[in-house]
């Protein structure tokens, strides 16, 4: 099934913050316009340094240039789309400050 993003804004928005990081979100953009998912694993298959995180929680943690960002993601998986929606985008660094509270599971930065 095709992906349709929410809240890509929210990546508009951190480039503009974080101009070294256009290229790598770009790629991404890109490669998420091209995927064909059936089922969560099919998101590790695209992207293999992505974290799918458990708890019942259907997040993904994909990590943007080189690990230098990361962006955690909720999926749905419907009936003809799968949607993907942006909970947090942030640096490496404030990722592993998020997992030190176990706040990846529940962050919602961009209601």
């Not at 929210?10 to 913050?17: C, D, G, K, T």
């Not at 091209?34 to 995180?53: H, K, R, Y």
């Not at 019942?56 to 749905?76: D, E, Q, S, W």
């Amino acid at each position: 099934m095709k992906v349709r993003l929410i809240r890509k804004e929210s990546i508009e928005s951190f480039v503009l913050q974080n101009a070294g990081s256009k290229s790598s979100f770009r790629i991404w953009l890109q490669l998420v316009k091209q995927v064909d998912w059936n089922e969560p694993g099919d998101i590790a298959d695209t992207f293999g340094s992505s974290d799918l995180l458990g708890k019942g929680t259907k997040r993904v943690v994909f990590n943007i240039a080189g690990n230098k960002y990361r962006m955690i993601c909720k999926y749905h998986f419907g009936f003809k789309v799968v949607h993907l929606f942006i909970k947090w985008i942030g640096t490496h660094a404030a990722y592993s400050s998020l997992c030190n509270k176990q706040e990846q599971y529940v962050v919602d930065a961009y209601k």
